[in-house]
């Protein structure tokens, strides 16, 4: 039995692939790595004494109420184990908005091979994705402005894991809904494109050389 294969959508500019690589990159090689030590407890880039507490879910902002873990594991591994999944997941999103598996579902993927991938599955968690980290990282540089002002043993991270980290997740935030874009501009309906900009022939004025000649 054949499967009918669909037609692709244009190939992504040049800009929209730098943006699809840097939001692929950013947390699948920037994001995950440097957070894995964190989850296993090792304060890379972190004071050990703030790390530990807030590792321990008794941190500032818990009071006399701190959070001791969940399913076996301190509260800050299994928050930091949630956003690597994460992290992952967006990255293989990212990396799917300017490859050819984004478009048109690939031929491992039984019942659906050769066919169109509807645009709203990657667009809606990009969008989401988007928004949240745009929200998140609103705040982040004037906080971290402060801290690299004003750098104290207080602080859970220190100003090298502040350098490090604020890059890659502004990286993310702005490369992330530039692919996003792309992706939209390349997949919807190519009708929206001609209703807004051809005109059809039997509505064009005729030529001069067509009026009727009187007398």
Not at 26 to 40: E, N, R, S, T
Not at 142 to 161: C, K, M, N, S
Not at 164 to 192: C, D, E, F, N, V
Request: aromatic residues 14%; proline residues 14%.
């Amino acid at each position: 039995m054949s499967t009918t294969v669909a037609a692709a959508p244009p190939p992504p500019p040049s800009w929209a692939r730098w943006a699809g690589h840097v939001a692929w990159i950013a947390p699948v090689l920037g994001f995950i790595p440097l957070h894995v030590p964190w989850i296993l407890g090792i304060p890379l880039f972190a004071n050990p004494g703030p790390f530990r507490e807030w590792y321990h879910g008794r941190g500032p902002g818990v009071g006399d109420h701190p959070v001791n873990g969940f399913l076996g594991l301190p509260a800050g591994a299994f928050y930091l184990g949630v956003l690597c999944v994460l992290a992952g997941l967006g990255g293989v999103l990212a990396l799917g908005l300017i490859q050819q598996w984004g478009v048109i579902f690939p031929r491992w993927v039984p019942w659906l091979r050769g066919r169109r991938v509807p645009p709203w599955l990657p667009l809606t968690p990009t969008v989401l994705g988007s928004t949240l980290m745009i929200g998140y990282s609103a705040t982040l540089p004037w906080q971290f402005a402060a801290d690299l002002a004003e750098p104290g043993t207080e602080d859970i991270f220190t100003r090298t894991g502040v350098l490090i980290g604020l890059p890659l997740l502004l990286a993310w935030t702005i490369a992330l809904p530039l692919a996003g874009w792309s992706y939209y501009r390349r997949t919807r309906p190519p009708w929206r494109e001609r209703r807004r900009w051809s005109v059809s022939v039997d509505d064009r004025p005729a030529p001069p050389s067509m009026w009727p000649r009187i007398g």
